[in-house]
Nanobody, 121 residues
Framework: QLQLVESGGGLVQPGGSLRLSCAASGFTLNYYAMAWFRQAPGKEREGVSCITNTGGSTNYADSVKGRFNISRDNAKNTVYLQMNSLKPEDTAVYYC??????????????WGQGTQVTVSS
């Protein structure tokens, strides 16, 4: 059974850093692109970043470009999101998702349950 489990969220002060992890089970991650999304209270879900199956190509939302970095370790079946210079507006529940294809198609097979990130002093 395909399963995604996010971890690494928490409370951090503005300017701080967090690294989120998304561990996959029930399938082999290296065939698929992976993405991170976030949803803040009262707002629509927003795409944050995506990485192709080999990690050779990535993309980022303008709001996080230069601050966040997506990476993957296919041997560990895990995708990461390194978040630096965090701002209060980054506060949201962060979700990972597995794409239907090896490239970032925007069509997803499955989603994790999410991890809360709160940026506040």
């Amino acid at each position: 059974q395909l399963q995604l489990v996010e971890s690494g969220g928490g409370l951090v002060q503005p300017g701080g850093s967090l690294r989120l992890s998304c561990a996959a089970s029930g399938f082999t991650l290296n065939y698929y692109a992976m993405a991170w999304f976030r949803q803040a209270p009262g707002k629509e879900r927003e795409g944050v970043s995506c990485i192709t199956n080999t990690g050779g190509s990535t993309n980022y939302a303008d709001s996080v470009k230069g601050r966040f970095n997506i990476s993957r370790d296919n041997a560990k079946n895990t995708v990461y999101l390194q978040m630096n210079s965090l701002k209060p507006e980054d506060t949201a529940v962060y979700y990972c998702a597995v794409d239907q294809y090896y490239y970032c198609s925007g069509r997803f097979r499955s989603w994790g349950q999410g991890t809360q990130v709160t940026v506040s002093s």
